[in-house]
């Protein structure tokens, strides 16, 4: 299996698929590369060179005890991009993912990016502060926490239906998709996910907005209960100059792969803009 591995000795699983224009992959809290399968067989197999990778503490690669920081997770990324010598590429995140590639471009520059494109993206600030009035206040955060340190996977089998949007119009997911969610972010470490959930969520990225200077498509969902989008979507849209929101009704956190073939469809169109 292809690894690289980070200048602190963190070996980091990817795919490398198809040949073509570059499209990298990051994914959201715990669920690694494999959750961007539908978007990274389709765009490989329609000219473009996919990469995924799984972050540190989950999936495939190594579970180290520390690293889980929006500085170290965005020096990850780039060491993707360096050493597999990536050059126009296409950044795609979902959730705090986008969060990632946000930092990634304050800290590493944008010479290497053409594109970003930011799905359910939890920037630019969750969490409330007198200067963020709206956010969510740090007790319910305390108490996800809680479930999460108490009993995991209870805590990932009742977040899915939010996430897999269960009972909304056009969002038929089967029993065995939202089993699969839960077992991708099951191979997480304990420690990355508990450090990732608390770097999500008191993360503050609203400095970095700046950083994106190139063509950005943002795409959430109006039903989107884990990343709501007049606190999210909105705000990074109006943090980024010439920015496009794109909003698909009644989709939720997990939209990448409820709604994946328009998902699909746009980021292509996209790429080939």
């Not at 950044?91 to 594109?115: N, P, T, W």
């Not at 600030?125 to 479930?147: A, E, S």
């Not at 770097?199 to 609203?206: F, K, S, Y």
């Not at 943002?218 to 209960?225: F, K, L, S």
Request: proline share 5%; net charge negative.
């Amino acid at each position: 299996m292809p690894f690289l591995e980070t200048t602190g000795g963190v070996r980091l699983f990817y795919h490398d698929w198809g040949a073509g224009r570059p499209v990298v992959f990051v994914h959201g809290w715990t669920i690694g590369a494999d959750s961007w399968e539908y978007q990274t067989t389709f765009l490989a197999s329609h000219g473009l060179r996919c990469v995924a990778y799984d972050q540190r503490g989950g999936g495939r690669s190594d579970q180290p005890w520390d690293g889980y920081d929006y500085d170290t997770l965005a020096d990850d990324l780039a060491t993707v991009m360096g050493k597999l010598d990536l050059w126009d590429v296409t950044l795609v995140g979902h959730s705090m993912g986008c969060a990632e590639i946000a930092r990634y471009l304050s800290r590493h520059g944008s010479r290497r990016v053409a594109k970003t494109v930011l799905l359910a993206p939890t920037t630019p600030c969750l969490v409330k502060t007198p200067d963020n009035p709206d956010g969510v206040d740090r007790t319910i955060f305390y108490g996800m926490l809680d479930r999460l340190l108490s009993d995991r996977p209870r805590y990932l089998a009742d977040i899915a239906p939010g996430f897999f949007g269960q009972g909304l119009p056009g969002c038929d997911v089967s029993p065995e998709m939202a089993q699969w969610g839960i077992d991708l972010a099951q191979k997480a470490s304990l420690r990355a996910s508990i450090e990732l959930f608390r770097t999500n969520a008191e993360g503050d990225l609203r400095a970095d907005m700046d950083a994106f200077t190139m063509p950005t498509l943002i795409i959430h969902g109006t039903a989107d209960t884990t990343a709501p989008i007049e606190l999210t979507a909105r705000k990074t849209a109006a943090a980024i100059k010439d920015s496009r929101l794109t909003i698909y009704e009644n989709a939720p956190h997990g939209l990448f792969l409820t709604h994946a073939e328009r998902v699909n469809r746009d980021l292509l169109a996209f790429t080939q803009e």
